[in-house]
T-cell receptor
Framework: KQEVTQIPAALSVPEGENLVLNCSFTDSAIYNLQWFRQDPGKGLTSLLLIQSSQREQTSGRLNASLDKSSGRSTLYIAASQPGDSATYLCAVNLGQAGTALIFGKGTTLSVSS | EAGVAQSPRYKIIEKRQSVAFWCNPISGHATLYWYQQILGQGPKLLIQFQNNGVVDDSQLPKDRFSAERLKGVDSTLKIQPAKLEDSAVYLC?????????????FGSGTRLTVV
Protein backbone atom coordinates (compact mmCIF):
# COMPACT_ATOMS: atom_id res chain seq x y z
CA LYS A 1 0.00 0.00 0.00
CA GLN A 2 1.40 3.36 -1.03
CA GLU A 3 2.06 5.78 1.83
CA VAL A 4 3.16 9.38 1.49
CA THR A 5 4.99 11.14 4.33
CA GLN A 6 5.82 14.81 4.59
CA ILE A 7 8.45 16.25 6.89
CA PRO A 8 8.36 18.55 8.74
CA ALA A 9 4.70 18.84 9.70
CA ALA A 10 5.15 22.55 10.40
CA LEU A 11 7.84 25.10 9.65
CA SER A 12 8.32 28.74 10.67
CA VAL A 13 10.92 30.90 8.94
CA PRO A 14 11.72 34.61 8.63
CA GLU A 15 11.08 36.35 5.35
CA GLY A 16 13.82 35.95 2.77
CA GLU A 17 14.99 32.53 3.87
CA ASN A 18 15.37 29.65 1.40
CA LEU A 19 13.66 26.47 2.54
CA VAL A 20 13.09 22.84 1.62
CA LEU A 21 10.00 20.73 2.15
CA ASN A 22 10.36 16.97 2.02
CA CYS A 23 8.08 14.25 0.70
CA SER A 24 8.70 10.51 0.71
CA PHE A 25 6.66 7.65 -0.73
CA THR A 26 6.92 3.93 -0.10
CA ASP A 27 6.26 2.54 -3.59
CA SER A 28 8.54 3.89 -6.31
CA ALA A 29 6.19 2.75 -9.10
CA ILE A 30 4.53 6.14 -9.50
CA TYR A 31 3.24 7.76 -12.67
CA ASN A 32 3.79 11.32 -11.50
CA LEU A 33 4.07 13.47 -8.40
CA GLN A 34 2.34 16.76 -7.78
CA TRP A 35 2.84 19.53 -5.24
CA PHE A 36 -0.17 21.57 -4.13
CA ARG A 37 -0.70 24.62 -1.99
CA GLN A 38 -3.71 24.97 0.30
CA ASP A 39 -4.66 28.24 1.98
CA PRO A 40 -6.83 28.09 5.11
CA GLY A 41 -10.42 27.29 4.24
CA LYS A 42 -9.63 26.99 0.55
CA GLY A 43 -9.21 24.27 -2.04
CA LEU A 44 -5.95 23.03 -3.51
CA THR A 45 -3.87 24.96 -6.01
CA SER A 46 -1.50 22.98 -8.19
CA LEU A 47 2.09 24.22 -8.01
CA LEU A 48 4.23 21.74 -9.89
CA LEU A 49 3.77 18.37 -11.55
CA ILE A 50 6.72 16.05 -12.18
CA GLN A 51 6.32 13.07 -14.49
CA SER A 52 8.09 9.89 -13.38
CA SER A 53 10.62 10.30 -16.20
CA GLN A 54 11.57 13.80 -15.06
CA ARG A 55 14.03 14.87 -12.38
CA GLU A 56 12.77 18.35 -11.62
CA GLN A 57 10.36 21.13 -12.47
CA THR A 58 10.66 24.85 -11.85
CA SER A 59 8.13 27.65 -11.61
CA GLY A 60 9.32 31.05 -10.48
CA ARG A 61 10.79 30.74 -6.98
CA LEU A 62 9.69 27.11 -6.70
CA ASN A 63 11.73 24.08 -7.69
CA ALA A 64 10.58 20.51 -7.20
CA SER A 65 12.86 17.52 -7.60
CA LEU A 66 12.03 13.84 -7.86
CA ASP A 67 14.20 10.82 -7.07
CA LYS A 68 11.88 7.98 -7.91
CA SER A 69 14.29 5.20 -7.04
CA SER A 70 14.71 6.43 -3.48
CA GLY A 71 11.06 7.44 -3.14
CA ARG A 72 11.74 11.10 -2.42
CA SER A 73 10.75 14.53 -3.64
CA THR A 74 11.68 17.97 -2.37
CA LEU A 75 10.06 21.35 -2.87
CA TYR A 76 12.55 24.21 -2.70
CA ILE A 77 11.21 27.70 -2.09
CA ALA A 78 13.67 30.52 -2.70
CA ALA A 79 13.55 33.87 -0.93
CA SER A 80 10.40 33.09 1.04
CA GLN A 81 7.71 35.75 1.49
CA PRO A 82 4.81 36.11 3.96
CA GLY A 83 2.47 35.33 1.07
CA ASP A 84 4.00 31.86 0.87
CA SER A 85 2.40 30.99 4.21
CA ALA A 86 0.10 28.02 3.55
CA THR A 87 -0.03 24.25 3.77
CA TYR A 88 1.93 22.42 1.09
CA LEU A 89 0.72 18.97 0.07
CA CYS A 90 2.58 16.32 -1.88
CA ALA A 91 0.62 13.72 -3.84
CA VAL A 92 1.56 10.75 -5.99
CA ASN A 93 -0.31 9.19 -8.86
CA LEU A 94 0.06 5.43 -9.16
CA GLY A 95 -0.06 3.34 -12.25
CA GLN A 96 -1.32 5.52 -15.05
CA ALA A 97 -2.66 8.94 -15.78
CA GLY A 98 -6.13 9.49 -14.42
CA THR A 99 -5.82 7.30 -11.34
CA ALA A 100 -6.51 8.96 -8.02
CA LEU A 101 -3.88 10.86 -6.07
CA ILE A 102 -2.53 9.67 -2.73
CA PHE A 103 -1.68 12.59 -0.47
CA GLY A 104 0.62 13.24 2.42
CA LYS A 105 -0.63 15.15 5.45
CA GLY A 106 1.12 18.32 4.38
CA THR A 107 3.64 20.79 5.75
CA THR A 108 2.23 24.00 7.22
CA LEU A 109 4.57 26.89 6.44
CA SER A 110 4.58 30.22 8.23
CA VAL A 111 6.78 33.03 6.89
CA SER A 112 7.13 36.03 9.19
CA SER A 113 7.94 39.55 8.03
CA GLU B 1 -11.19 28.46 -18.66
CA ALA B 2 -13.59 28.20 -15.73
CA GLY B 3 -12.43 26.14 -12.78
CA VAL B 4 -14.13 23.35 -10.88
CA ALA B 5 -17.29 24.70 -9.27
CA GLN B 6 -18.62 23.39 -5.96
CA SER B 7 -21.59 24.29 -3.82
CA PRO B 8 -22.43 25.01 -1.12
CA ARG B 9 -19.25 26.43 0.40
CA TYR B 10 -20.34 25.70 3.96
CA LYS B 11 -22.95 23.47 5.54
CA ILE B 12 -23.88 22.82 9.16
CA ILE B 13 -26.25 19.96 9.93
CA GLU B 14 -27.25 17.86 12.89
CA LYS B 15 -26.22 14.23 13.10
CA ARG B 16 -28.57 11.82 11.39
CA GLN B 17 -29.64 14.48 8.90
CA SER B 18 -28.88 14.22 5.20
CA VAL B 19 -26.80 16.55 3.04
CA ALA B 20 -25.84 16.83 -0.62
CA PHE B 21 -22.91 18.49 -2.36
CA TRP B 22 -22.68 19.48 -6.00
CA CYS B 23 -19.69 19.66 -8.33
CA ASN B 24 -19.31 20.90 -11.90
CA PRO B 25 -15.91 19.95 -13.37
CA ILE B 26 -13.91 21.76 -16.01
CA SER B 27 -15.63 21.48 -19.35
CA GLY B 28 -14.56 18.39 -21.23
CA HIS B 29 -12.83 16.71 -18.29
CA ALA B 30 -13.89 13.08 -18.36
CA THR B 31 -12.52 12.13 -14.95
CA LEU B 32 -14.07 13.45 -11.74
CA TYR B 33 -13.02 12.74 -8.16
CA TRP B 34 -14.53 13.35 -4.73
CA TYR B 35 -12.08 13.62 -1.85
CA GLN B 36 -12.68 13.94 1.89
CA GLN B 37 -10.21 16.03 3.90
CA ILE B 38 -10.44 15.79 7.67
CA LEU B 39 -8.76 18.59 9.60
CA GLY B 40 -5.00 18.09 9.77
CA GLN B 41 -5.02 15.29 7.19
CA GLY B 42 -4.38 15.06 3.47
CA PRO B 43 -7.34 14.51 1.16
CA LYS B 44 -8.57 10.93 0.84
CA LEU B 45 -10.32 9.63 -2.27
CA LEU B 46 -13.97 8.72 -1.82
CA ILE B 47 -14.98 7.99 -5.42
CA GLN B 48 -13.68 8.40 -8.95
CA PHE B 49 -15.81 8.65 -12.10
CA GLN B 50 -14.79 8.22 -15.70
CA ASN B 51 -17.55 9.93 -17.67
CA ASN B 52 -20.67 8.61 -15.90
CA GLY B 53 -19.16 5.30 -14.78
CA VAL B 54 -17.56 4.56 -11.40
CA VAL B 55 -13.86 3.68 -11.59
CA ASP B 56 -13.04 3.41 -7.89
CA ASP B 57 -15.37 3.61 -4.89
CA SER B 58 -13.44 1.28 -2.61
CA GLN B 59 -13.12 3.88 0.16
CA LEU B 60 -16.67 5.19 -0.02
CA PRO B 61 -18.75 4.26 3.08
CA LYS B 62 -21.58 2.92 1.01
CA ASP B 63 -23.95 2.46 3.93
CA ARG B 64 -24.28 6.23 4.19
CA PHE B 65 -22.53 7.86 1.24
CA SER B 66 -23.70 7.84 -2.37
CA ALA B 67 -22.60 9.67 -5.49
CA GLU B 68 -23.75 9.99 -9.04
CA ARG B 69 -22.58 11.62 -12.22
CA LEU B 70 -25.49 11.60 -14.59
CA LYS B 71 -24.71 12.49 -18.21
CA GLY B 72 -20.99 12.44 -17.42
CA VAL B 73 -20.82 16.12 -16.48
CA ASP B 74 -21.72 17.42 -13.01
CA SER B 75 -21.85 15.21 -9.94
CA THR B 76 -23.63 15.01 -6.59
CA LEU B 77 -22.30 13.48 -3.38
CA LYS B 78 -24.84 12.64 -0.67
CA ILE B 79 -24.52 11.63 2.97
CA GLN B 80 -27.49 10.04 4.70
CA PRO B 81 -27.52 9.85 7.68
CA ALA B 82 -24.59 12.04 8.69
CA LYS B 83 -22.34 11.21 11.64
CA LEU B 84 -20.13 13.51 13.68
CA GLU B 85 -17.01 12.00 12.08
CA ASP B 86 -18.21 13.14 8.66
CA SER B 87 -17.21 16.69 9.57
CA ALA B 88 -14.62 17.53 6.92
CA VAL B 89 -13.98 19.44 3.74
CA TYR B 90 -15.30 17.67 0.66
CA LEU B 91 -13.23 18.43 -2.40
CA CYS B 92 -14.10 17.79 -6.01
CA UNK B 93 -11.41 17.54 -8.68
CA UNK B 94 -11.27 16.80 -12.38
CA UNK B 95 -8.65 15.77 -14.87
CA UNK B 96 -8.41 14.91 -18.53
CA UNK B 97 -5.62 12.40 -19.16
CA UNK B 98 -7.33 11.39 -22.38
CA UNK B 99 -6.46 14.84 -23.70
CA UNK B 100 -2.89 14.64 -22.45
CA UNK B 101 -3.61 16.83 -19.43
CA UNK B 102 -2.01 15.10 -16.50
CA UNK B 103 -2.68 17.65 -13.78
CA UNK B 104 -5.66 17.71 -11.45
CA UNK B 105 -7.78 20.81 -10.83
CA PHE B 106 -9.55 21.10 -7.50
CA GLY B 107 -12.59 23.09 -6.52
CA SER B 108 -12.74 25.28 -3.40
CA GLY B 109 -14.47 22.56 -1.44
CA THR B 110 -17.51 22.30 0.82
CA ARG B 111 -16.85 22.52 4.54
CA LEU B 112 -19.30 20.27 6.40
CA THR B 113 -19.84 20.52 10.13
CA VAL B 114 -21.99 17.86 11.78
CA VAL B 115 -23.21 18.79 15.28
Amino acid sequence: KQEVTQIPAALSVPEGENLVLNCSFTDSAIYNLQWFRQDPGKGLTSLLLIQSSQREQTSGRLNASLDKSSGRSTLYIAASQPGDSATYLCAVNLGQAGTALIFGKGTTLSVSS
Amino acid sequence: EAGVAQSPRYKIIEKRQSVAFWCNPISGHATLYWYQQILGQGPKLLIQFQNNGVVDDSQLPKDRFSAERLKGVDSTLKIQPAKLEDSAVYLCASSSPDRGEYGYTFGSGTRLTVV
